[in-house]
């Protein structure tokens, strides 16, 4: 007797970043991508080198990590993939998805997010169109006031062919912080208490983060 039954999918939202270090517009955002998606799980991916952020110092991957899993252990559908971590050279996106294709299988579903800033320069990325072949689809996080534009989409799909077709957006509590703002406020003694998740304020005062200005 033929099984009637159709295996949904595993969705899997995958979240980048430096997280440097990782604060509450990280995990709201997260959260509501998550829950608004119907995900089964949002790993978030640390980057281990970079390639968008040339001549800044990063804090040491093991800190940030460290950080990371602070903010997210009490968010049983939140993990971490150390796929950029593991690995040498630049983080790029289009070697990661690769990779946890590899891993996963093509049968998974994979919703990235990006802010709206990432968006708009998609197109510069390295190997774009290899990264929207490998998504199911972009989740991009609204700014305030968006509305679905026929005209913004054009523009955006005559930079990146096929971008609107893999494209989510999503409405997002949109909190005020900034990882170079929380850096700044940290090297000038200024508070971080409530931008951060407490265990994550404590890790950076007990191991001297960010005193110099990053």
Same mark, same amino acid.
């Given at each position: 007797?033929?099984? #009637?039954?159709?295996?949904?999918?595993?969705?899997?939202?995958?979240?980048?970043?430096?997280?440097?270090?990782?604060?509450?517009?990280?995990?709201?955002?997260? *959260?509501?991508?998550?829950?608004?998606?119907?995900?089964?799980?949002?790993?978030?991916?640390?980057?281990?080198?970079?390639?968008?952020?040339?001549?800044?110092?990063?804090?040491?991957?093991?800190?940030?990590?460290?950080?990371? *899993?602070?903010?997210?252990?009490?968010?049983?559908?939140?993990?971490? #993939?150390? %796929?950029?971590? &593991?690995?040498?050279?630049? #983080?790029?996106?289009? &070697?990661?998805?690769?990779?946890?294709?590899?891993?996963?299988?093509?049968?998974?579903?994979?919703?990235?997010?990006?802010?709206? &800033?990432?968006?708009?320069?998609?197109?510069?990325?390295?190997?774009?169109?290899?990264?929207?072949?490998?998504?199911?689809?972009?989740?991009?996080?609204?700014?305030?006031?968006?509305?679905? *534009?026929?005209?913004?989409?054009?523009?955006?799909?005559?930079?990146?062919?096929?971008?609107?077709?893999?494209?989510?957006? %999503?409405?997002?509590?949109?909190?005020?912080?900034?990882?170079?703002?929380?850096?700044?406020?940290?090297? #000038?003694?200024?508070?971080?208490?409530?931008?951060?998740? &407490?265990?994550?304020?404590?890790?950076?005062?007990?191991?001297?983060?960010?005193?110099?200005?990053?």
């Amino acid at each position: 007797m033929e099984n #009637s039954r159709t295996l949904t999918p595993r969705r899997v939202g995958l979240f980048g970043g430096t997280f440097d270090p990782i604060h509450h517009g990280h995990l709201a955002i997260a *959260e509501e991508v998550r829950v608004s998606l119907e995900l089964n799980e949002m790993f978030f991916i640390p980057a281990g080198h970079p390639p968008h952020k040339p001549g800044r110092v990063i804090t040491p991957v093991e800190q940030r990590l460290a950080m990371l *899993e602070l903010a997210i252990a009490t968010n049983p559908h939140f993990s971490i #993939s150390l %796929v950029e971590v &593991d690995r040498p050279g630049p #983080s790029y996106l289009v &070697d990661t998805l690769h990779i946890l294709r590899e891993q996963w299988g093509n049968e998974i579903e994979l919703y990235f997010v990006v802010g709206w &800033d990432s968006l708009e320069e998609l197109h510069t990325w390295y190997n774009p169109l290899g990264i929207l072949a490998q998504l199911t689809f972009l989740v991009a996080v609204a700014r305030p006031g968006y509305v679905e *534009e026929n005209e913004y989409n054009k523009q955006l799909e005559a930079r990146l062919p096929g971008i609107t077709q893999r494209l989510l957006v %999503v409405q997002a509590p949109r909190l005020d912080i900034s990882s170079t703002e929380l850096r700044r406020r940290v090297a #000038s003694g200024k508070p971080i208490k409530y931008q951060v998740p &407490d265990a994550v304020e404590s890790y950076i005062f007990q191991h001297n983060l960010y005193q110099t200005g990053q």
